[in-house]
Structure formats: structure tokens, C-alpha cells
Nanobody, 126 residues
Framework: QVQLVESGGGLVQAGDSLTLSCAASGRTFVLLNMGWFRQAPGKEREFVAAVAWTDDSTYYADSVKGRFIISRDNAKNTLYLRMNSLNPEDTAVYYC???????????????????WGQGTQVTVSS
């Protein structure tokens, strides 16, 4: 079992930055492949970013590449998502999740993740 708790969401203006955190417990965090997803009202959950534990390889959705940065602090058992240059299209509930396998072969598929946090709301006003 892995417990994930997101925090850091809020209401910001277009162009602002925000950092989300995801605190993990229940498993050795350094060995976990982790990802961020988001879901806007009326839309399916979509991949945002992921990081592999083996070599810290990172993966990003095209829509956030160059603006968002995923990182992890293994000493604190915490995953981060730094979001820069936010725009209204980034408005969504953001979720962190634990990848199912030890090798991250399909980081963009939500079906490959087995534990999810409760989500944190990010709202970007224009």
C-alpha cells in the first residue's frame, strides 16, 4: 500500500507559477516510479509528467513541456511539480500517482498507475 497526499494547489493568475507537492508513505519512495496527471471538468484524466526511479528520467506532455518541471526529494519522500507560465488551460485537479511496474515503459498511460492521491485543485484566471 502507498498513500499519496497532494498539496499546493490554489487560484493564480495567468503567467504565474505554482509548485505542487505529493507526500508519499507506505513504501520505499526512492524505488517508486511516479507521475502527475490532471483532470479538467468534463474531460478525461490526462498525463502531465513522470519521473523514473532508476535514473531520474523524466517525461512530459507536449502541452507542458518547457513550462513544468517534475522532481523528487527522496529524503523527504516527496514528489514535486513546478508549474511556470500557467494559463487558463492548465486549470484542473492535479493528481500524483505511483506507477505499477519497476520499469517505466508506458509513463503516459493512467492504466499503468495503481495508487492515486486525492487531488489538488489548480485554477488559473485570465
Amino acid at each position: 500500500q502507498v498513500q499519496l497526499v497532494e498539496s499546493g494547489g490554489g487560484l493564480v493568475q495567468a503567467g504565474d507559477s505554482l509548485t505542487l507537492s505529493c507526500a508519499a508513505s507506505g513504501r520505499t519512495f526512492v524505488l517508486l516510479n511516479m507521475g502527475w496527471f490532471r483532470q479538467a471538468p468534463g474531460k478525461e484524466r490526462e498525463f502531465v509528467a513522470a519521473v523514473a526511479w532508476t535514473d531520474d528520467s523524466t517525461y512530459y506532455a507536449d502541452s507542458v513541456k518547457g513550462r513544468f518541471i517534475i522532481s523528487r526529494d527522496n529524503a523527504k519522500n516527496t514528489l514535486y511539480l513546478r508549474m511556470n507560465s500557467l494559463n487558463p488551460e492548465d486549470t484542473a485537479v492535479y493528481y500524483c500517482a505511483k506507477y505499477r511496474g519497476s520499469l517505466m515503459t508506458m509513463p503516459r498511460s493512467p492504466l499503468e498507475y495503481e495508487y492515486w492521491g486525492q487531488g489538488t485543485q489548480v485554477t488559473v484566471s485570465s
